[in-house]
């Protein structure tokens, strides 16, 4: 499922002076505390999270189809 939140970040600078196109991921679904004093993710979507970075990289270096 693909959702969108509003979220503040360095990807506009990324897209405008670099033309790199940006995406956003992290593991902040359930709730949503993100640069907020109360920030804080379970260690499960914090290993979900790793498994989509992990699983993304190696992709992208051709590891895996």
Do not use: K, P
């Not at 709730?31 to 498994?51: F, K, N, Y």
Request: proline share 0%; with cysteine.
């Amino acid at each position: 499922e693909i959702i969108g939140r509003a979220v503040v970040g360095d990807a506009n600078q990324f897209m405008n002076d670099g033309g790199v196109t940006t995406v956003y991921y992290g593991a902040a679904r359930e709730r949503i505390t993100a640069h907020s004093d109360d920030e804080r993710v379970s260690v499960e979507a914090l290993w979900r999270s790793a498994q989509i970075y992990a699983l993304t990289a190696m992709h992208y270096c051709g590891v895996v189809e």
